[in-house]
């Protein structure tokens, strides 16, 4: 259980490092080996459609940047998701402002409606929470994206409100329902499953 690690306040390099794993999924630091499996899984007008950062089309070089930046960013600490030793999507924490780390997380579209945003949210949830000292945590889901929602909520996020945001893809803002999950909610369903972690 992860929960039954001790922890020590990580350095990036141990962060960065970090194998988080489920019950069907690994979770690691995207490396430059992954840049194809990336590039064809977030190349969906349907998932950077939903996700602020990501442009369409997305490319090959687009990836590339994106594991480098993250390697040298200890701002935001993102996982590649795999499911039978296949990528299948991201899910990270930014904590680029402190008095706000975010959850966010995509999935390639042949992988939506099977529990693998739960399970992959869960999972960092649990790490940021045992890793980081901080009392809450924020995510946000576009209105028009019950699915993303339902994961939040499956994970004790509680609505906070309704915010407008730029999203790349469609160059222009868009309605955004905010999200936030404090320690103590999360403290009292840290049960839902079992993850362990290890380092490499």
């Given at each position: 259980?992860?929960?039954?690690?001790?922890?020590?306040?990580?350095?990036?390099?141990?962060?960065?490092?970090?194998?988080?794993?489920?019950?069907?999924?690994?979770?690691?630091?995207?490396?430059?080996?992954?840049?194809?499996?990336?590039?064809?899984?977030?190349?969906?007008?349907?998932?950077?459609?939903?996700?602020?950062?990501?442009?369409?089309?997305?490319?090959?070089?687009?990836?590339?940047?994106?594991?480098?930046?993250?390697?040298?960013?200890?701002?935001?600490?993102?996982?590649?998701?795999?499911?039978?030793?296949?990528?299948?999507?991201?899910?990270?924490?930014?904590?680029?402002?402190?008095?706000?780390?975010?959850?966010?997380?995509?999935?390639?579209?042949?992988?939506?409606?099977?529990?693998?945003?739960?399970?992959?949210?869960?999972?960092?949830?649990?790490?940021?929470?045992?890793?980081?000292?901080?009392?809450?945590?924020?995510?946000?889901?576009?209105?028009?994206?019950?699915?993303?929602?339902?994961?939040?909520?499956?994970?004790?996020?509680q609505w906070s409100g309704?915010?407008?945001?730029?999203?790349?893809?469609?160059?222009?803002?868009?309605?955004?329902?905010?999200?936030?999950?404090?320690?103590?909610?999360?403290?009292?369903?840290?049960?839902?499953?079992?993850?362990?972690?290890?380092?490499?």
């Open positions: 259980m992860l929960q039954d690690i001790p922890i020590q306040t990580p350095t990036l390099r141990q962060t960065s490092s970090c194998v988080l794993e489920t019950e069907r999924l690994t979770l690691r630091r995207p490396t430059l080996a992954d840049v194809k499996a990336i590039a064809r899984l977030a190349n969906d007008r349907r998932i950077a459609e939903n996700t602020r950062r990501l442009p369409h089309p997305y490319l090959q070089d687009h990836a590339v940047e994106f594991v480098r930046a993250k390697a040298a960013d200890s701002s935001e600490t993102v996982f590649l998701i795999e499911h039978n030793y296949s990528p299948i999507g991201m899910v990270g924490i930014d904590r680029t402002d402190p008095e706000a780390p975010e959850l966010g997380y995509w999935l390639g579209v042949a992988h939506w409606g099977q529990g693998f945003g739960t399970e992959a949210a869960r999972a960092v949830i649990d790490f940021f929470f045992e890793e980081f000292d901080a009392e809450h945590l924020t995510s946000g889901a576009r209105v028009a994206n019950p699915a993303s929602r339902n994961i939040l909520e499956k994970c004790g996020f309704v915010e407008l945001h730029r999203f790349e893809a469609l160059g222009s803002s868009t309605p955004v329902d905010r999200f936030r999950l404090t320690r103590s909610v999360w403290a009292s369903l840290k049960n839902w499953g079992s993850s362990t972690r290890r380092e490499r």
